[in-house]
């Protein structure tokens, strides 16, 4: 149950577009579309921004678009604006009824 | 609106008991599967444990032995019975509701409650 591995921090303009990598094994990232991405300001709880690797949950922007190839997923936010900072978290499904997440990555809005 | 709201987190001595609970509304609780999710200060989220609606309990091997997950339908309370803490235990502990299937997301989070393990 090693974390997934995330970059601890990222940074883009308004208006630019922003990837955020998440890489795994064939035991998580790689064996299941189960890949969810969360938000999270600080002092907050999180909030599911991408599920089952690319779908989004009602209300969410579709400048948030996720994708996976092998054992690594990746966020995209494109159009970034000022609200989009914060810290992101991917996690997985991990086998066995138990699931992992990233280390968590910190996205700048210069 | 679904609700979740976490109590029971304090200060506890290393080697201490506590149990937190998570009051669940605005949502069929039986139904869903329920979860802990922790994040120690400054650091990522951990996935702690998990019950299904039917009682199943799994945890993670940094818990193992150690955290009891349980839920009570009658009141739509979720616990999470911690036992022999430590130090790295100190954490925020947010329950979260699961959608259902294995490849869903934890859709609805609490706002969390910090426990502090210290002498």
């Known amino acids: 149950q090693s974390a997934l591995t995330q970059p601890r921090s990222v940074s883009g303009s308004p208006g630019q577009s922003v990837t955020i990598s998440c890489t795994g094994t064939?035991?998580?990232?790689?064996?299941?579309?189960?890949v969810s991405w969360y938000q999270q300001y600080p002092g907050k709880a999180p909030k599911v921004m991408i599920y089952?690797?690319?779908k989004w949950p009602s209300g969410v922007p579709d400048r948030f678009s996720g994708s996976k190839s092998g054992n690594t997923a990746s966020l995209t936010i494109s159009g970034l604006q000022a609200e989009d900072e914060a810290d992101y978290y991917c996690?997985?499904?991990?086998?066995?009824?138990?699931?992992?997440f990233g280390g968590g990555t910190k996205l700048t809005v210069l | 609106e679904v609700q979740l709201v976490e109590s029971g987190g304090g200060l506890v001595q290393p080697g201490g008991s506590l149990r937190l609970s998570c009051a669940a509304s605005?949502?069929?609780?039986?139904?869903?599967?329920m979860t802990w999710v922790r994040q120690a200060p400054g650091k990522g989220l951990e996935w702690v444990s998990i019950?299904?609606?039917?009682?199943?309990?799994f945890y993670a091997d940094s818990v193992k032995g150690r955290f009891t997950i349980s839920r009570d339908s009658s009141k739509n309370t979720l616990y999470l019975q911690m036992s022999s803490l430590r130090a790295d235990d100190t954490a925020a502990y947010y329950c979260?509701?699961?959608?259902?299937?294995?490849?869903?997301?934890?859709?609805?989070w609490g706002q969390g409650t910090l426990v502090t393990v210290s002498s």
């Open positions: 064939s035991s998580d990232v790689g064996g299941y579309n189960s």
């Open positions: 979260a509701k699961k959608t259902p299937g294995v490849t869903e997301p934890f859709d609805y």
């Open positions: 996690c997985s499904y991990a086998g066995s009824n138990t699931w992992v």
């Open positions: 605005g949502f069929t609780f039986s139904s869903y599967s």
């Open positions: 089952e690797v690319n």
């Open positions: 019950i299904s609606p039917g009682g199943g309990t």
